[in-house]
């Protein structure tokens, strides 16, 4: 029996994006998706219980083989998923805790208790990063502090795709582009410094064994099969991080290329040579699912999620009548703000609900509307809130830039790519072209051809990009719209800048309050 397919899994912030890949035609033959809930349970926190993974993992692999009689064909399964998150399990696999996701911002103290005990230097030079609260390290250690009990009985810390790949195949792992997360992983050694683990105050037992992402790792059991409808023996790859399978999966292979991702939060990645030192911290570094190559990657937290908490908070009217009318609810906002002229009459969004990841790293920032006038309506917020975002990516890009990053085009991916309006706002704020994939979701997509490799049907990830991935449009920008939005962003950056000193104080006030 010719066993030709293969599935990819991605395990985004708050849903689950799963495909079966038809190695024989390079195309897509069947998608299944299922949402994940995100819990706030204080200021600054962000939570998720690594069950509910699962459980929308399991949905979206069913959904798929529905699709069609795929079971007994599907050779491999690979997954990614978000990266920065600290999920702790015993050595049953069992989780120990909620995971503490890559929003999480309680652990600034643990981050200042690493700098006096190693200092920030040598995280630079080892882990090519920067000492937050985003990365798992200052979440275990708060841990550690917060519920000893909890770390003591700590196995393994694994990654959301790590997770699952331990609830179908049984075997702890961690890919090099989850590990990169974490401080001891040495990203151009591809290998965990012990020693730094422990300086730090994390025994190194309690990291996983690594695999470059198209490794396998094992195969499905008879209880993942039964749950999920593959077969049993099904081969399991280590996969990726949920950015770095995007990339694969919409073809930036090549040092020099850069993509844009959108979902819950964002991504601008560029790819360099992993031997190549770039000294800038603001934008972060880690591992691509393809040997040799570093994502140097600025990531932005409230992006898509800023347009999702205006349709849960204020979106009751386009939701009913995008039920309605069949239509896509978040087209019903974009054709709204396609009435407001740019720059939305001088109102203004800083898109921080709850914390600034690149280029400000501030765990107190909070989301900011300014500059608000009487006749401004529902239109105006939803434009500026779309600029707000684009100008968010616009710091980033000009760091990179600055830092001798070469950015010439754009290859977008993600939900929110999918309107051409917000995309020829980016395109514009940003003054780059940008390069519209002819592909449905990148990163299940990618974790498909990682797969496949692990299962040996493709001898690497890239020899069958040429006929599973192409340009479907590009959007060039308009010169005379950057010039006037390059004047709205100045006024923006000084409105975060004003405020910085605030929202510190803003924060602590929440505290207060809520404390009653």
């Known amino acids: 029996m010719s066993k030709h397919l293969t599935i990819g899994v991605d395990i985004g912030t708050t849903n689950v994006k799963a495909c079966v890949l038809d190695t024989q035609t390079g195309k897509v033959l069947a998608f299944g998706s299922k949402e994940h809930p995100l819990f706030h349970p204080h200021p ?157 105050g994390i025994p ?56 844009y991702s959108m979902g819950t939060g964002s991504n601008i990645g560029i790819m360099i040579p992993t031997e190549q030192t770039v000294d800038e911290y603001r934008i972060l570094k880690w591992p691509h699912v393809l040997p040799g190559l570093t994502m140097f990657d600025a990531p932005m937290a409230f992006t898509g999620a800023s347009l999702k908490w205006y349709r849960d908070a204020f979106g009751d009217a ?93 290859v977008l991916n993600g939900g929110p790519t999918k309107s051409r309006f917000w995309n020829q706002i980016t395109a514009n704020v940003t003054n780059t072209p940008l390069k519209v994939p002819d592909i449905g979701e990148a990163a299940p997509l990618g974790d498909a051809i990682l797969a496949a490799v692990a299962g040996g049907i493709y001898p690497d990830p890239v020899t069958p990009l040429k006929d599973i991935v192409s340009i479907k449009e590009t959007i060039d920008p308009d010169p005379v719209m950057h010039e006037r939005y390059a004047e709205c962003f100045e006024v923006w950056r000084n409105v975060y800048e004003s405020l910085r000193p605030s929202m510190t104080e803003h924060r602590a006030l929440q505290q207060r309050l809520r404390k009653g």
């Open 204 to 259: 190194p037992e309690k990291l996983p064994r690594l695999y470059e992402s198209h490794e396998a790792v094992g195969e499905v059991s008879k209880q993942a099969a039964a749950e999920t409808g593959l077969r049993p023996g099904t081969i399991v790859a280590a996969g990726g991080t949920d950015i770095s399978s995007a990339a694969l999966g919409v073809g930036v292979t090549e040092a020099g290329q850069a993509f």
């Open 318 to 410: 386009e939701a009913r009548l995008a039920e309605r009318m069949g239509a896509n609810v978040f087209d019903l906002y974009t054709e709204q703000a396609r009435q407001v002229p740019q720059g939305s009459d001088g109102l203004m969004y800083l898109p921080y609900l709850g914390n600034s990841l690149a280029p400000n790293w501030n765990s107190e920032a909070s989301g900011v509307f300014f500059g608000m006038l009487p006749n401004m309506g529902r239109a105006h917020f939803i434009r500026a809130l779309i600029e707000g975002v684009a100008f968010d990516l616009y710091s980033n890009f000009q760091i990179a830039t600055a830092a001798g990053a070469q950015v010439d085009e754009l």
């Open 44 to 200: 600054g926190w962000a939570e998720q219980e690594a069950d509910n993974y699962w459980e929308a993992v399991v949905s979206s692999i069913r959904q798929c083989l529905e699709g069609g009689n795929f079971a007994d064909h599907v050779q491999s399964i690979a997954l990614s998923g978000l990266v920065g998150v600290t999920l702790p399990v015993d050595d049953r696999g069992k989780p120990l805790r909620p995971a503490m996701i890559w929003m999480d911002s309680r652990s600034e103290d643990e981050c200042q208790d690493i700098r006096n005990a190693v200092g920030e230097d040598t995280i630079n030079s080892i882990n090519g990063n920067r000492l937050a609260p985003w990365f798992i390290d200052p979440k275990a250690l708060w841990i550690k502090k917060h519920e000893p009990s909890v770390f003591n009985a700590t196995h393994r810390f694994l990654s959301p795709a790590g997770y699952c790949t331990f609830k179908l195949c049984g075997a702890f792992t961690m890919n090099t582009g989850d590990a990169g997360l974490f401080y001891p992983y040495e990203y151009q050694k591809a290998a965990w410094n012990e020693e730094l683990a422990t300086a730090i």
